[in-house]
């Protein structure tokens, strides 16, 4: 099974915390993935790569995007669709600096809505600049995630960007430090939305977490 790149299909973008905790509390029982990161980390870009282009838009103003955008879609063997609908989430940045407090307040509300509410069967993927890893930012993220059970996968974007060898080398040295650091964090990933590398093994990572899923639910 893989991803059927061209099946997602916009459902929703709710900005409303009640109208999200609503239609969360409805559904339960659906498998799916989030992506959520800093913003300005290629999230967008990694979201179209994976599942086909134009599916998340990108902002002029980084930073200033704060729905949630809900999308279904499909899994094929490339002969038949898997019968289940999935659900992917793209879910607004966080840690801009120029974002008003008042932003930041209604952020925190649908976030912490978002991830009090939503299914436990989403996997959560957190993407991060490989150039700039596990900033403050990225850090207090990973530690309002540690008290739920997700099924949590840490990505570095943008590895095309590292032109030296030393600091491919030293990202891949400080592996160790994050899953003592993050014990939720099941896998890293290191990967160029762009170029494409790594997003394989990442592609099967969320293809293998949504069938476990529904043998589950």
């Not at 609503?22 to 339960?28: D, M, S």
């Not at 940045?93 to 209604?106: L, P, T």
Request: charged content about 25%; some cysteine.
């Amino acid at each position: 099974m893989e991803i059927l790149r061209g099946s997602a299909t916009f459902r929703y973008g709710m900005s409303n915390p009640e109208q999200l905790v609503g239609w969360l509390e409805e559904n339960q029982d659906i498998a799916g993935v989030s992506f959520v990161g800093r913003s300005n980390v290629g999230k967008s870009s990694m979201i179209n790569a994976l599942f086909g282009k134009g599916v998340a838009r990108t902002s002029n103003t980084p930073g200033r995007t704060r729905e949630i955008n809900i999308f279904s879609f499909k899994l094929s063997d490339g002969k038949e669709e898997h019968p289940k609908d999935f659900w992917l989430f793209d879910l607004p940045g966080y840690g801009h600096a120029q974002v008003s407090k008042e932003m930041s307040r209604q952020w925190d509300v649908l976030m912490n809505d978002f991830f009090t509410h939503c299914s436990p069967a989403l996997q959560m993927i957190n993407i991060q600049d490989s150039r700039h890893p596990n900033q403050d930012a990225d850090q207090r993220f990973q530690q309002y995630l540690k008290p739920f059970d997700f099924s949590t996968t840490l990505v570095f974007n943008k590895m095309d960007k590292l032109k030296k060898q030393k600091e491919r080398a030293a990202l891949n040295k400080i592996k160790p430090e994050l899953f003592k650091a993050y014990k939720w964090v099941k896998d890293i990933h290191f990967v160029s939305a762009e170029k494409g590398d790594g997003l394989k093994a990442l592609h099967d990572s969320i293809v293998t977490h949504l069938l476990q899923s529904v043998a589950e639910i």
